[in-house]
């Protein structure tokens, strides 16, 4: 396994997204499959897990917890304040608010560090940022639970690139999360890759892999449940999901041409727009774990990388990333 930096974290190249495992999409509550993915994670060298209180609520944190506990001292562990969670429709993160107070900070992080059975946060992002709250406010809490040994580095996460450089100059930043893939660009066009260039800060894309479009074995709606979260996004609405297929054919012809699976050749391209990007594609098949982290072998030449960048171009996408609602939340 390779390494990258984000602050004073060095992690594998490519980390794994635990939110699937207990929240968002279709589940199938196999608790011992999701421990065997960890473990089988940790055995092939990843060491980056990413979790948040909201996912669950509570349960992904817990699960994460558990599932690493035997390797603790070979990993880091990310998790997520920022939500105000509303415990009469606890699975709609954003029926509760954004809630990024300063006490709410050490609250959350108090909790986490019990949910999780650890000493210390290694990554502590703000999940949202809060429009009620001066980022110079949440991030000097932040920083305080750094100097207190309670967390080690600190992150923001869907930040406007402003936003990121105010919040840098109260205390380093580690990492920026934000979807980004080969059909999402947006970091690339607000500004905020630019920023984690300039000030040194790693960038943590979530969804590398479209939600699991870009695997190329997402070929039909049916057999997602009514209350998969992306079937709440314009994206996975029949017709755009359609019209979308033809862009994801495509992309499966060029991995065949190269001995490769549709998604290593997603990741790679992501692993190739810099050494300061660590992905956290999320899964909780081993089969698949196995296939993204041999993604990080695999070299692509420049034009390669520009070939796979017209080829999903966010303007051939059909559909918007977010509805409006969740939209708002982001870029802050």
Known sequence: MKHRTLGPLTVSSLGLGCMGMSHGYTQTGDEAGSLATLARAVELGVTLFDTAEIYGPFTNEILVGKGLKPY??????????????????????????????PQHVRDVAEASLKRLGVEVIDLFYQHRVDPDVPIEDTVGAMADLVRQGKVKAIGLSEASAA???RAHAVHPIA???????????????????????????????????????LTGALKTLDGMAENDFRRTLPRFSQENFDANLALIAALEAMAAEKGVTPGQLALAWVLAQGDFIVPIPGTTKIANLEKNVAAVD???????????????????????????????MAGR
């Open 175 to 213: 990492a920026i999360q934000s979807e980004y893939s080969l059909w999402t660009r947006d970091p690339e066009e607000n500004g905020v890759l630019d920023t984690c260039r300039e000030l040194g800060i790693g960038f943590v894309p979530f969804s590398p892999l479209g939600r699991g479009v």
């Open 72 to 101: 603790r001292d070979q990993v880091k562990i990310a998790t997520k304040f920022g939500f105000r969670i509303n415990t009469d429709n606890p699975n709609d993160a954003s029926a509760g608010g954004t809630d990024s107070r």
């Open 298 to 328: 695999i070299v692509l030449s420049a034009e390669d990388v520009a070939t796979l960048g017209d080829m999903l171009s966010p303007k051939k996408v059909a559909g918007a990333r977010y509805p409006e609602r969740i939209a708002q």
């Open 163 to 165: 936003t990121l450089r």
